[in-house]
């Protein structure tokens, strides 16, 4: 499949930045792009990026001195560094160098291969990008050639359904007048085709290999940026100027469509396409947690140097008042002998020794736990979609526990919260409504999977994949009722599909709007099949039986009119006009007689929205021949004339849509995906806040919001924002706050200065009180203007005091301001969330981006850091996964906090009784194994299995979620406690063996208060006291928990009693000194005593506080545990999950075209293949393709026309000055 | 819809699902104010049976330094005496039940300084002759003689042997009888037979393997003539050396010099009048250290030590008491609760 080749491109936007600096040492800034077709030895002049593909950073050679320079840039791996020279001078060196080297390895080792592993994917989906094929025009012949060999200037051919390999300038195309069809989903998720035009003197050049070859046009134009809807530039061939737009190129990221074969000349290539350059910059992603990690470990250093400065000033006093009297039992070397030098040495020393409160292991252990959680993530069956067989996919293995603290997500709308089908549910004919099915008693079935579907079979054109439920329909057309086959006739006739057919019957349709494609294909079922039409007539087989009707006008589609109407000739002669619209608009339009069906309709239409369907009414009317010629020829009039054009169209086509007949309504149901109004429900409850932000219109959106239960008839107020100056804006914005807030909230709002002072104070107190719900839907234009330096803290204000926001018609640099807007103001953790090509952005501002996977485009995939299948694993991942991250990781941090103080500053209290000499308590193989041995897997285990809630009552209780918002798990307070109880431990840990071993000896009167056994005593205390604790904060006791929890205390006592063997101290005597220490100490009663005491002392207090916490202030947690063991011990209970239930509301959407103007395109005839008005069905491949006449001077007219009128949205225009505005910021 | 099982489906495993059973223990007040409860009695118990043990283990110190003028061993405080000898009594009410250990105690001296502890060669030690010629660095400065001769042992730690010697005296009816003291076994079995190695003695004669070295600094004699009077207690296998290397914790330590237990005294010492005859070789006071004769027996607990049993009546009467808040807390809670 070809989306699976794209992938592989797109993932380089990951790396942008690298590839950015790259690239810019390359290329100097260019001002002005020449190119000339088929001539490699002139474009190479101006070394242009070629089409190839590099994201992977080293070689096999450049690897390890690449990979180790990068890694000693880490801030904490170059301390280490640097601590492992400092332990290499002599008159410092407290300790050996392995306690550094061995840790320092290890974590070296696993980066690297971590590192080479991501690299070795690199260049393998490099080289698979890399090696696709194209045709290539090489020397006057087409050649197979891979992507990276792909020049700009080359002319190549694209087929079917092929990805564009790099930005082309289109040539010639199989289809007339040099049109072509392409999808653009990729680039900006509008899955409707556009179509791009050759340029008249290009395409007759058609696929004439000889004469292709022999092009030798120059063009020159802009150089590369990332504006995917602009293009400027001109071509020169044969002493003539062309001028080029955006309508003639095709670029890298869209499929051809419906389109055989066309040639384009490359203009772009690789890197400097504009997809590429749309990428935005890529951030390297950090966790909140991440942030405050850096921010303590600077804190800790300075703790430290703090440290090492007392017990250095300790060291001068010690060194002046006892160590020179001490001269005779101490001496050294001259240059030592001064105190202060001295001090300034037991400084380095003590900086040595005390290092492993920044422990070492910290940042590897933190990406241990990171990749367990991206595999469980990986591996959870409730976020793998079976349709699709799509799994989860953790495709950043470095955010976890943010998943955890989210607050706000911005949704794209189509392909995410919906499915993006349309699908004909239900109608409306004459006042009677069909969809619903009914069992025997009359009472109302839901409809699932297993309802029984109508059978079409009768209908050979059916398609098949259509399903309706209700038979009586299809009973009603075959009793031939005459509205019911009006009505179908009417679908089938009134709208701007483009029919094909590949084989006999293989009717595929090309919609613009899926909604018109649900209809027609409806109609297609119920006997009224459109199958083929040319500019003049429209072909249907009605019950099998071919209709031809001429098309005499239509009607188009646009905002303002929000309905369309075809005038048709059937072939008995009659004149009819048939209409389909918004209810409202076209009921205003209706005659007298038909108020009792008004009134009915209007009873289903509110039922059909109040199912979140959208609706349409649909009319018709005879007209009289001599009223429409009359009308006729005004229309032909007002189209040729110069000034207002539209207005006086607008004005004749009200004329004609007066005095109609009602005929019924439509529902259409734009499928959301399984779950969501019960997905966001949920995640509201959690106290996220969810954001729509999508391209669509207006209209759409707001359906969506209803349909999702995110907009609702009982809210107090819906602001919708749709000014089109900064002052419009301004004024809406204010009123919409007012409003809220009451007029006396005004002078907060004024001043946007005096505002961001106090906003977070205030305000956010402020939020929580408004009870009252309000939306504020906001619309491209006006977000353009309201993101501007002066109005976006209103903006902001506003959006936060309602509950609902939706942004529509926003471009996709927008979808990203308004994440960075949040992200800015609110320092809250952002999530976007989305499937296409326009999300890309927003994805990878967010904090955390997630992609749907499995559609079509896989874009957004490749720039997010998670992806999954349905929006509604949403929930899963945030509250579970993410909550059980941010929980495992908090208290796992605590937790190594806690152990490494308590560990490391046993130094310091015993610098008091060593003269601060920087001796050690512990031996240095404890040093050097403590961190890594001992005591990281029964914290790896807690922190990757620990639940203190399962996943069912993570998902039924979501407010368990705050705790994760709020920050409070692990916060500097937090760390605060940690590491004081950590010191606490220290003292303790210090202090009870050292008043037990002032006089002790063993009980055979020998020693035992000396340095190695008092080492050994408090080591063990301390391997005892920190097992207990972890075992404390371990809720969730796995085998693996046991397992590593009394295997570590195994281990320990394990490798203690190996170390201190006669058989390794005759190998190694000067390495293991503690030998026969273990023995000889760990046999009195008196050091065991000692330790039962030390951990009784260190723990019971930490017990106390929490028994005491729980049940005087029990958090949301620990009441759900209590309740949980409750309901464990009682055993299992289903409970029912929540249902949403959707609020009935009255809504007349209006949807179905995404643009207007194809109307036009079709009268005109361009699009069509064949050009007679014949009833045939197209055939598979014409012989005889007619391209009409070539170079007349009126068809260069028209089709300047269809440039400036056809095919431009008003959206392009709104855009170029959005995304300009945007970017001169 | 026929479902073949795809490769992309994740096992469906209690491990990947996380689904793993497990213990799920929560701090409740039925665990919880037991547990101290039962710590509590524990510990008083404990410590009960720590202090009375503590209680009956007889100890006896005497500071000897003369630091004092009217202190006996005062004249030989003055580094210009050599070989000096001065005497301390005392009596015994009642009899010093055995077997009785004599050690020597010094304050204030820093052991534990790093730099202390490591200026010695551990492979020296272990009877590697080839660092008898070439000691190794951390031995400076006491690593080689004025005239570039190596130091056997090498550093400083051995180069502070204490060597004041005693004499334990039983003064019956104004004549002294000595008491024998017994010097084997007072080091570590480990440190005596596996930690330090003499040298391969050479034809016959440790000493000859010492040769082409020099004696510590400070020391009287070289390491092979430390013992006169047992040719195996020489060299580094000396009892009193090996003592002096396990060097103490804190700066206030005391070692065991010899034990009693041989002859009459083997049971104890009876109540009478002693005498200790201190030859008087170390210098303290100019780093204002202490020197002291200790005389202790001990029981299954080792020495006497009223810490330990001192804190476990504390802790112990800490967790009864945090056991009486904790049902107070829970109690109020409760009722609270049920209101």
């Known amino acids: 499949m070809n989306g699976a080749c794209f992938r592989e491109t797109l993932r380089i936007c990951r790396r942008w930045p690298d590839i950015m600096a790259i690239w810019k040492e390359d290329v100097r800034v260019e001002e002005e792009r020449h190119v000339r077709a088929n001539d490699r030895e002139y474009n190479e002049r101006f070394s242009y990026a070629d089409n190839r593909i590099k994201t992977a950073k080293y070689n096999a050679f450049t690897f390890l001195p690449t990979n180790l320079f990068e890694q000693f840039q880490r801030v904490a791996n170059a301390y280490f560094l640097i601590l492992l020279i400092l332990q290499l001078i002599p008159e410092i060196s407290s300790l050996s160098w392995f306690t550094t080297i061995v840790p320092l390895v290890m974590v070296l080792a696993i980066t690297a291969v971590k590192d080479a592993t991501d690299d070795y994917f690199r260049h393998k989906s490099d080289q698979q990008v890399n090696t696709r094929q194209s045709q290539v025009l090489i020397k006057g012949t087409l050649q197979n050639e891979k992507w990276m060999n792909v020049r700009v200037g080359d002319i190549i051919k694209l087929e079917n359904n092929q990805f564009v390999a790099a930005d082309l300038l289109l040539l010639s195309s199989s289809e007339p007048y040099g049109l072509c069809y392409i999808e653009t989903a990729e680039l900006d998720g509008e899955t409707n085709l556009k179509v791009r035009q050759a340029l008249t003197v290009t395409s007759d050049l058609a696929n004439d290999v000889a004469r292709l070859a022999d092009f030798n046009a120059e063009v020159i134009c802009e150089p590369p940026n990332n504006k995917l809807d602009k293009f400027t530039g001109t071509l020169y061939w044969k002493d003539n100027k062309y001028s080029l737009d955006n309508e003639k190129m095709l670029l890298r990221g869209c499929v051809l469509r419906n389109t055989e074969w066309c040639f384009g000349l490359v203009i772009f290539a690789g890197l400097q396409t504009k997809l590429m350059q749309n990428c935005g910059s890529t951030k390297f992603k950090r966790t909140s947690i991440d942030r405050l990690m850096n921010t303590l470990v600077l804190w800790i250093f300075g703790f430290l140097i703090c440290m090492g400065i007392i017990l250095a000033i300790g060291n001068t006093i010690w060194e002046q008042r006892v160590g020179s009297e001490f001269w005779a039992y101490l001496q050294w070397n001259k240059f030592t002998s001064n105190a202060i030098f001295s001090g300034f040495l037991t400084f380095w020393s003590y ?443 209103i903006l902001v204000d506003v959006a936060c005091l309602c509950k609902t926001v939706i942004c529509c018609r926003v471009t996709p640099l927008q979808k990203a301001l308004v994440v960075e807007l949040i992200k800015r103001h609110k320092r809250a953790v952002t999530l976007a969330i989305g499937d296409g090509a326009n999300d890309v952005s927003m994805i990878k501002t967010a904090h955390i981006g997630v992609g749907i996977s499995g559609q079509e485009g896989m874009q957004a995939v490749l720039s997010s850091d998670y992806s999954f299948a349905q929006f509604r694993y949403l929930q ?108 606490c431990t220290s003292f303790i840990l210090f202090f009870i063996p050292y008043g037990a071993f002032i006089s002790a000896v063993r009980d055979d009167g020998t020693q035992i208060s000396d340095q190695q056994a008092f080492a050994v005593t408090i080591a063990t205390s301390l391997v005892i006291v920190v097992s207990v604790q972890i075992g404390l904060d371990t809720n969730y006791w796995t085998a693996v928990n046991h397992f590593f929890i009394w295997g570590s205390l195994a281990v320990y006592f394990a490798i203690l009693f190996a170390m201190q063997s006669d058989g390794l101290f005759n190998i ?98 361009k699009n069509m293949k064949v050009t007679t008005s014949s009833t045939s069905t197209y055939p598979l491949s014409s012989p005889e393709r007619c391209p009409g006449t070539r170079g007349a001077p009126d068809e260069t007219t028209t089709e300047a026309e269809t440039n400036n009128t056809g095919f431009k949205r008003e959206f392009d225009q709104n855009q170029d000055v959005t995304v300009e505005d945007l970017e001169a910021r | 819809m026929k479902k073949e099982e795809s490769s992309e489906r994740p096992d469906n495993t209690a491990f990947t699902q996380q689904r793993l059973p497990a213990w799920q223990p929560i701090l409740s007040a039925g665990i919880v104010i037991p547990g101290f409860l039962i710590i509590g009695l524990a510990f008083i118990g404990i410590g009960i049976a720590l202090f009375l043990t503590s209680q009956t283990i007889q100890v006896l110190e005497r500071d000897y330094t003369g630091y004092e003028q009217d202190s006996p061993c005062f004249s030989c405080t003055s580094s210009s005496t050599k070989n000096c000898t001065c005497e301390i009594t005392f009596s015994l009410d009642k009899p010093f039940t055995g077997p009785v250990f004599f ?223 904790m049902l107070v807390v829970y109690a109020k809670f409760k009722f609270k609760e049920d209101s």
């Open chain 1, 351 to 793: 900086v040595i020794i005390l290092n492993t409160v920044v422990p070492i292991s910290l940042y590897v252990s933190v990406e241990v736990l990171r990749l367990g959680h991206s595999y469980f993530i990986n591996w959870d069956r409730r976020m793998y979609y079976s349709h699709k067989d799509t799994p989860a996919e953790a495709r950043t293995t470095t955010l976890n526990e943010e998943l955890g603290q989210v607050e706000f997500i911005f949704s794209d709308k189509t392909g995410t919260l919906t499915q993006n089908i349309m699908v004909f549910n239900k109608c409306s004919i004459n006042g009677k409504t069909y969809g619903d099915v009914y069992d025997e008693f009359g009472h109302k079935v839901d409809i699932t999977e297993k309802t029984p579907c109508v059978d079409f079979s009768f209908n050979p054109l059916r398609d098949r994949k259509f399903r309706f439920h209700d038979s009586s329909l299809v009973e009603a057309i075959k009793l031939e009722e005459p509205l019911v086959q009006e009505f179908f006739r009417l679908l089938a006739l009134c709208h701007t599909v483009m029919p094909e057919e590949r084989n006999e019957g293989e009717l595929v349709y090309q919609a613009q709007s899926p909604d018109e494609g649900a209809l027609v294909t409806a109609a297609r079922n119920f006997g009224f099949v459109f199958r083929s039409r040319t500019p003049e007539t429209i072909t249907v087989y009605e019950m099998g039986q071919p209709v031809t009707y001429q098309l005499l006008a239509i009607l188009d589609f646009n905002n303002v009119r929000k309905r369309m109407s075809v005038i048709v000739r059937t072939p008995k002669g009659q004149l009819k006009l048939y209409s389909k619209g918004a209810d409202t608009i076209l009921f205003d339009r209706l005659d007298p007689s038909n108020d009792e069906l008004m009134y009915t309709t209007s009873e289903h239409l509110n039922e059909f929205a109040g199912e979140g369907l959208r609706t349409l009414a649909l009319a018709y009317k005879d007209l009289d021949e001599d009223v429409f010629d009359e009308w006729m020829k005004q229309l032909l009039f007002a189209s040729t004339s110069l000034d207002n054009r539209e207005e006086k169209l607008g004005v004749l086509y009200e004329e004609i849509e007066q005095g109609l007949m009602l005929l019924g309504a439509t529902a259409i149901e734009d499928k959301l995906q399984e779950g969501v109004p019960e997905t966001i429900a949920c995640l509201t409850l959690a106290n996220i806040k969810i954001w729509v932000l999508t391209g669509d219109k207006l209209e759409t959106a707001m359906n969506i919001g209803y349909s999702c239960n995110m907009l609702r008839d009982d809210m107090n107020e819906v602001f919708i924002i749709s000014g089109h100056t900064t002052l419009e804006v301004q004024r809406e914005l204010r009123a919409a706050k007012e409003s809220i807030m009451g007029p006396s909230r005004e002078i907060f709002s004024d001043g946007p200065d005096t505002e961001k002072t106090d906003i977070y104070s205030s305000d956010s107190v402020f939020e929580e009180t408004i009870i009252s719900e309000y939306a504020l839907i906001i619309n491209g234009h006006s977000l353009a203007h309201a993101l501007e330096a002066d109005l976006e803290q």
């Open chain 1, 876 to 983: 899963r991942l945030l509250l579970v996964h993410g909550r059980w991250s941010y929980h495992r990781m908090c208290n796992f941090l605590c937790y190594f906090f806690y152990k490494n103080f308590a560990f490391t500053l046993v130094h310091f209290w015993y610098g008091f009784q060593c003269g601060f000499s920087a001796q050690t308590v512990y031996d240095q193989w404890f040093i050097t194994l403590f961190n890594i041995v001992y005591t990281s897997l029964p914290v790896l285990s807690m922190g990757l299995f620990d639940q203190d809630v399962n996943e069912q009552y993570s998902l039924r209780y979501p407010n368990l979620y705050r705790p994760g918002q709020l920050n409070q798990l692990f916060n500097k307070r937090k760390f605060f406690t940690c590491t004081l109880h950590g010191i």
């Open chain 1, 1068 to 1165: 190694f005597p000067n390495q293991f000194t503690f030998i026969g220490t273990a023995r000889n100490s760990l046999d009195q009663k008196i050091v065991w005593l000692v330790i039962f005491l030390t951990t009784v002392v260190c723990i019971m207090p930490m017990v106390a506080v929490r028994f005491i916490k729980t049940d005087c202030y029990p958090t949301q947690t620990d009441k759900v545990r209590l309740l949980q063991q409750a309901t464990r011990r009682q055993g299992p209970q289903e409970q029912n999950l929540r249902r949403v239930r959707r609020t009935s509301s009255r809504r007349s959407a209006y949807a179905f075209a995404h643009q207007q103007g194809y109307g036009e395109l079709i009268t005109s005839g």
């Open chain 2, 103 to 325: 050690y020597y105690g010094l304050t204030n001296y820093f052991q534990s300084f790093r730099k202390y502890g490591v200026s010695k060669d551990d492979n020296q030690l272990s009877g590697d002759t080839t660092y008898f010629k070439s000691p190794q660095d951390q031995c400076f400065p006491y690593q080689y003689d004025s005239n570039k001769k190596p130091i056997v042992p090498c550093g400083a730690l051995p180069n502070s042997m204490f060597n004041d010697t005693f004499e334990l005296f039983h003064v019956v009816n104004k004549t002294k009888k000595r008491v024998p003291l017994d010097g084997k076994g007072i080091s570590w079995w480990t440190d005596y037979n596996i930690k330090y190695r003499n040298p391969s003695p050479v034809n016959g004669s440790l000493a000859n393997a010492f040769e082409g070295t020099v004696k510590p600094i400070n020391w009287p004699k070289p390491a092979y003539e430390l013992d006169p009077t047992d040719p195996n207690n020489n060299g580094f296998m000396n009892q009193d050396f090996l003592v002096w290397m396990r060097r103490a914790a804190l700066p206030q330590f005391r070692k065991l010099y010899r034990r009693i237990t041989e002859g009459d005294y083997a049971a104890g010492l009876p109540a009478g009048d002693y005498s200790v005859t201190i030859h008087y070789n170390y210098p303290v006071l100019n780093f204002d250290g202490r020197k002291k004769v200790v005389f202790s027996n001990v029981s299954w607990m080792g020495g006497k030590n009223e810490f330990l049993g001192i804190a476990y009546l504390v802790v112990g009467s800490l967790c009864l008491v945090m056991s009486v808040v």
